[in-house]
């Protein structure tokens, strides 16, 4: 696979061609950003540690029959996708109580949920990503009723087989985020996930294992990030 011409790049990862037009060459960096990019510092090995943890997590993905992008890991910051037409929306799916959910209804963080819930968000940096909900994604012509279903369908497929993933690695999933595009085949999982996207709670301490240690400046984001992929080695192995 030959790596062609540069076509995106976002806050974390650069998007190239490949000679395949099905697909793409990511290329993961060493780049933290908060608060829609208000807040950015270059860490680094923050890369490779992300492209490892989400390809570890995609491997998982497959194994639980998941339609997904991912094609495999080429080196320790680049990994080959299938290119999809990303959907303009962040999909969340929340086990317990935490970060923006916490805060607009004022329920304690850590306060387990009765259920998983799921939220969309418009990714529209402009409007700061404001929550929409079903009729929103309906009339904004973001998506159709049948792959509102699908997205829901895999978003909770995600939730459930990382739940039993983390917790088989003492971390207890709070929360996370997916995006998904479309190909000729329907609808995939798209994206990273990766400790920049999910609420990781050490299930003994408590501790953040995941990117609010930035967010909210608790500490070296690194150590953190590997202790997670050293957790998913070691069950890979
Ligand atoms: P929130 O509590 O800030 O709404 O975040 C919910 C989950 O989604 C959390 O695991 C972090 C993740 N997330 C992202 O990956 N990207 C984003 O832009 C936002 C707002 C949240």
């Known amino acids: ?56 997590i995609f491997d998982e993905l497959n194994k639980n029959n998941i339609p997904n992008h991912f094609q495999e890991i080429l080196s320790e910051t680049e990994q080959l996708i299938k290119k999809v037409d990303i959907i303009p929306l962040e999909v969340v799916v929340r086990n317990v109580a935490a970060g923006s959910f916490s805060k607009r209804l004022a329920i304690p963080e850590g306060t387990p949920l009765n259920f998983p819930i799921l939220e969309f968000y418009f990714k529209e940096d402009a409007l700061d990503d404001p929550m929409i909900n079903d009729d929103h994604v309906l009339v904004l012509d973001i998506a159709t009723q049948e792959e509102i279903d699908q997205i829901k369908t ?83 192995q």
Request: glycine share 6%; net charge negative; charged share 30%.
């Open 1 to 56: 696979m030959e790596k062609l011409e540069l076509l995106y790049e976002g806050k974390a990862k650069k998007l190239y061609r490949t000679d395949n037009p099905d697909i793409l060459w990511v290329e993961y960096l060493n780049q933290a950003t908060a608060l829609n990019g208000v807040k950015k510092d270059a860490i680094q090995g923050k890369g490779q540690l992300n492209n490892q943890i989400t390809s570890r």
């Open 154 to 236: 895999i978003a909770f497929a995600v939730n459930k087989a990382l739940l039993n993933l983390f917790k088989n690695i003492g971390i207890q999933l709070i929360d996370f985020k997916i995006e998904v595009g479309r190909t000729e085949d329907g609808i995939l999982l798209a994206d990273e996930i990766s400790p920049d996207t999910c609420r990781l709670w050490d299930i003994d301490s408590g501790e953040h294992l995941d990117k609010d240690i930035y967010r909210r400046d608790l500490g070296d984001l690194v150590p953190v990030y590997q202790e997670v992929l050293d957790r998913l080695e070691k069950i890979s």
